[in-house]
């Protein structure tokens, strides 16, 4: 069977996930440049994949247009439209299985996303844990591609993605004699979040040290926090809620090193080539989400046995009346940084 020269990827949250699918679609589309991508996904994600060779990119909006079932209908008459001859879907949710039936109904070649469930909550489980590295997240990506004929070879090297600062950002680049480091200090789970104290004590050391500290990433509250660090420490920036996606990412692309904790900002880093420190509580790398090219010495943590509570970190994991995340020392994290320095 001939291979499919253009190719419906659904994927259609979270941000992180949607960033690994964009670092393997840069290698996929390096590997087979003739191959045409529909990228389907949130408008948000576009930056993402701006750039990537053959890939165009077609909004999901689940809240008006392709909401319910018969917007699923409609989401999949437009993408009949592009005349595809494959689907991948790197989802498997429901949404996505359900325009997956669609186009399969049609008889489209159709292939899906093995999630590990068994392997992952094995992991997970608060006894008997089976502990061991399960397949890298951006591999099960590929594995899909590979169900429909691909020979992909991932590289798992980082590539620096520079670009332009952009100019509304000029000012956090003043200083060219210190380094710029990008924190984001926050993810939707709390059991991934290092403590505010922690975290400043890290920012009092790099602002005065040499470092510059850019922030990165959180809604309303966590612009207030990141705005009231501004002010208690010098060289200081918040970038939350000033930018666009597509500033942040040209911004992180110019970063000397990120650190984040398991969230978005590890994965945008990635995605853009720049080395980041991540840290990990209630999560661990094993469930396979670690950041596309990044450096296995550079996911901080404490090795506990009730770690991982959760492959999402939306669950407590007690390590003998600490909860995994604060195991984590400032003086860690530090001296991390001086020794990549």
């Not at 040209?250 to 420190?277: E, P, Q, W």
């Amino acid at each position: 069977m001939p291979l499919p020269q253009r190719i419906i990827v659904t994927r259609f949250s979270a941000m992180g996930d949607v960033a690994m699918v964009a670092s393997v679609l840069k290698e996929f589309c390096q590997q087979y440049p003739t191959v045409e991508i529909i990228m389907v996904s949130r408008q948000f994600f576009a930056p993402f994949f701006e750039g990537i060779k053959n890939v165009r990119f077609h909004s999901f909006e689940p809240k008006t247009i392709h909401k319910g079932f018969f917007g699923l209908v409609r989401l999949k008459k437009e993408l009949a439209q592009y005349g595809a001859d494959a689907v991948a879907d790197l989802h498997y949710n429901l949404r996505s299985r359900v325009l997956a039936v669609l186009f399969s109904l049609a008889g489209m070649r159709v292939r899906q996303l093995d999630k590990g469930r068994a392997e992952k909550k094995a992991l997970t489980r608060k006894e008997h844990k089976v502990k061991h590295q399960l397949k890298l997240t951006v591999e099960r990506y590929a594995d899909v591609f590979r169900a429909l004929g691909f020979h992909v070879e991932l590289s798992h090297r980082l590539a620096l993605n520079l670009q332009d600062v952009p100019k509304v950002a000029f000012s956090m680049f003043g200083n060219f004699d210190r380094k710029k480091i990008g924190i984001a200090p926050f993810a939707q789970h709390r059991y991934k979040i290092l403590s505010q104290v922690k975290m400043e004590q890290i920012m009092d050391y790099l602002t005065h040290h040499g470092y510059d500290v850019l922030l990165f990433g959180g809604g309303k509250e966590e612009f207030q926090i990141a705005q009231n660090w501004t002010e208690r420490f010098p060289n200081t920036y918040n970038t939350i809620g000033k930018f666009t996606l597509r500033e942040e990412l040209d911004i992180i692309s110019n970063l000397d090193l990120m650190i984040s904790m398991d969230s978005s900002g590890l994965h945008m880093a990635s995605l853009m080539g720049v080395r980041c420190l991540s840290l990990w509580g209630a999560t661990h790398p094993y469930a396979g989400f670690t950041g596309y090219g990044q450096q296995a010495e550079d996911c901080i943590q404490v090795e506990h046995p009730n770690r991982p509570s959760s492959v999402y970190g939306n669950k407590p994991c007690d390590c003998d009346g600490t909860e995994a995340i604060d195991l984590i020392t400032p003086e860690m994290v530090i001296e991390k940084i001086t020794a990549i320095r």
